[in-house]
């Protein structure tokens, strides 16, 4: 018998155990489905106080409860560690790190690349390396691959190496790890058929694809496909703005056609771990190829540049009551980055804040996700929503819309309203 199908027969039996570096947004709900379908998993992070959390069985994010953390942790079926010398021990290796940007805009495999060097130096004949972190097409082979050879193992006979992307989507209700389709790709047939074989009791469906950059470049196109199409909606809200036109009611009848049509909504710019970095690693990709990926580069100018519109429609704001941004107040509702969650990376809140403090404005915030804000080297925190908090301000900016935000009570009391996620319509830039 090869190792692969050792690996796909203890597989069957759930016999493996999974080990899963970094434990963060990706990691943890993926820790969580394989324990329910009846893996053992050993997690990796290198932050001491997510692990010591996690060992008590308190959970770090939000997608995973208390609950189902302590469920999981039941029979010692999920235990966390800082220390990489105990990645001997797993059969099945998930890389979930980060891979955010330089600061100039190129992608940052840091995190990845410590990875490697870690699994080099305990790698054995058996075992198979999954990454799932969001890169551009060429990393697991042009990165990871060289590293886990230079232990003197064999891909594809002695250890496997794939790639599946994760899909994960923060405070949605409906699609999580389990139900959400995976996609896998190998170096070698063996590497796939090993990795599927390792998720399918976990994932609902799998859909294999012939190599990892195919993996790699699904996850891409998917959020680069977002990003273009966004850019769209916010250019289209710009020209309705300018034309006096409501865009709101030009989507929802757009909308109402059942072929050729797909809804995409403006707002105050790109946030999250995905749509604002995606389409740069491709862009990064292709500029060492000599290609300029033209749509892909003008929505990202697009997008970038929304968090700027939204200020002008503060400053209108602050002119109809005589008032400058230099010492006015504004409260911006809700920085985090999507509806009911507490995740900020990448908010355009955070621009609006630097925008708005750049041109003298004092700034607070209130959003019920997010109590405390460490932004810059300063420290915000979140105010409670009065009538007096919202009569005191000059004008409220909402960004960031959450269920449990009474935004009656910033309507009747405010003196001015700026509404990112709607445009000149409805609620949109309106004193009432």
């Given at each position: 018998?090869t190792?692969?199908?050792e690996?796909?027969?203890?597989?069957?039996?759930?016999?493996?155990?999974?080990?899963?570096?970094?434990?963060?947004?990706?990691?943890?709900?993926?820790?969580?489905?394989?324990i329910?379908?009846?893996?053992?998993?050993?997690?990796?992070?290198?932050?001491?106080?997510?692990?010591?959390?996690?060992?008590?069985?308190?959970?770090?994010?939000?997608?995973?409860?208390?609950?189902?953390?302590?469920?999981?942790?039941?029979?010692?079926r999920?235990?966390a560690?800082?220390?990489?010398?105990?990645?001997?021990?797993?059969?099945?290796?998930?890389?979930?790190?980060?891979?955010?940007?330089?600061?100039?805009?190129?992608?940052?495999?840091?995190y990845?690349?410590?990875?490697?060097?870690?699994?080099?130096?305990?790698?054995?004949?058996?075992?198979?390396?999954?990454?799932?972190s969001?890169?551009?097409?060429?990393?697991?082979?042009?990165?990871?691959?060289?590293?886990?050879?230079?232990?003197?193992?064999s891909?594809?006979?002695?250890?496997?190496?794939?790639?599946?992307?994760?899909?994960?989507?923060p405070?949605?209700?409906?699609?999580?790890?389990?139900?959400?389709?995976?996609?896998?790709?190998?170096?070698?047939?063996?590497c796939l058929?090993?990795?599927?074989?390792?998720?399918?009791?976990?994932?609902?469906?799998?859909?294999?694809?012939?190599?990892?950059?195919?993996?790699?470049l699904?996850?891409?196109?998917?959020?680069?496909?977002?990003?273009?199409?966004?850019?769209?909606?916010?250019?289209?809200?710009?020209?309705?703005?300018?034309?006096?036109?409501?865009?709101?009611?030009?989507?929802?009848?757009?909308?109402?056609k059942?072929?050729?049509?797909?809804?995409?909504?403006?707002?105050?710019?790109?946030?999250?771990?995905?749509?604002?970095?995606?389409p740069?690693?491709?862009?990064?990709?292709?500029?060492g190829?000599?290609?300029?990926?033209?749509?892909?580069?003008?929505?990202?100018?697009?997008?970038t540049?929304?968090?700027?519109?939204?200020?002008?429609?503060?400053?209108?704001?602050?002119?109809?009551?005589?008032?400058?941004?230099?010492?006015?107040?504004?409260?911006?509702?809700?920085?985090?980055?999507?509806?009911?969650?507490?995740?900020?990376?990448?908010?355009?809140?955070?621009?609006?804040?630097?925008?708005?403090?750049?041109?003298?404005?004092?700034?607070?915030?209130?959003d019920?996700?997010?109590?405390e804000?460490?932004?810059?080297?300063?420290?915000?925190?979140s105010v409670?929503?009065?009538?007096?908090?919202?009569?005191?301000?000059?004008?409220?900016?909402?960004v960031?819309?959450?269920?449990?935000?009474?935004?009656?009570?910033?309507?009747?009391?405010?003196?001015?309203?700026?509404?990112?996620?709607?445009?000149?319509?409805?609620?949109?830039?309106?004193?009432?």
């Amino acid at each position: 018998m090869t190792r692969a199908d050792e690996l796909i027969a203890k597989a069957d039996q759930r016999d493996l155990l999974f080990g899963i570096i970094g434990l963060g947004y990706v990691g943890l709900p993926l820790a969580v489905e394989l324990i329910k379908a009846g893996y053992r998993v050993l997690g990796f992070d290198v932050d001491p106080k997510v692990v010591a959390g996690l060992e008590r069985g308190e959970s770090h994010v939000k997608d995973v409860s208390h609950e189902d953390l302590q469920q999981a942790r039941a029979d010692d079926r999920l235990r966390a560690t800082t220390d990489m010398s105990r990645l001997r021990e797993p059969d099945v290796i998930s890389i979930c790190v980060p891979t955010p940007l330089s600061k100039f805009k190129d992608p940052d495999m840091s995190y990845i690349q410590s990875a490697g060097r870690a699994l080099t130096k305990t790698l054995r004949a058996g075992q198979i390396v999954i990454l799932e972190s969001t890169t551009y097409p060429g990393t697991t082979r042009e990165i990871l691959l060289p590293e886990l050879e230079s232990s003197g193992l064999s891909v594809g006979t002695d250890f496997f190496l794939a790639f599946s992307p994760e899909r994960v989507d923060p405070g949605n209700t409906t699609y999580q790890t389990r139900n959400t389709p995976k996609v896998v790709g190998g170096i070698t047939p063996d590497c796939l058929r090993v990795a599927m074989a390792c998720y399918q009791p976990a994932i609902d469906t799998l859909v294999p694809v012939s190599t990892t950059e195919a993996a790699e470049l699904v996850k891409l196109l998917e959020n680069t496909f977002r990003s273009v199409n966004i850019g769209l909606a916010n250019e289209m809200a710009i020209v309705c703005d300018k034309l006096g036109v409501d865009v709101w009611e030009v989507i929802d009848a757009a909308a109402t056609k059942p072929f050729g049509f797909m809804r995409f909504l403006p707002g105050p710019g790109l946030g999250g771990h995905c749509i604002p970095i995606d389409p740069h690693y491709l862009a990064w990709k292709m500029r060492g190829l000599n290609y300029k990926t033209r749509f892909v580069d003008l929505a990202g100018e697009v997008n970038t540049e929304m968090p700027l519109f939204w200020i002008r429609k503060v400053t209108d704001q602050l002119n109809i009551q005589s008032k400058s941004v230099r010492g006015a107040n504004v409260l911006v509702l809700g920085v985090a980055y999507k509806r009911d969650v507490e995740d900020i990376r990448e908010s355009p809140a955070l621009d609006i804040i630097n925008l708005l403090e750049g041109q003298g404005a004092e700034v607070r915030y209130h959003d019920p996700n997010v109590p405390e804000l460490n932004h810059d080297g300063k420290v915000y925190r979140s105010v409670t929503l009065t009538p007096d908090e919202v009569r005191h301000a000059d004008c409220v900016i909402i960004v960031t819309d959450h269920t449990n935000v009474d935004y009656d009570l910033v309507r009747q009391n405010a003196k001015s309203v700026v509404d990112t996620r709607n445009v000149l319509g409805r609620t949109s830039s309106t004193s009432p």
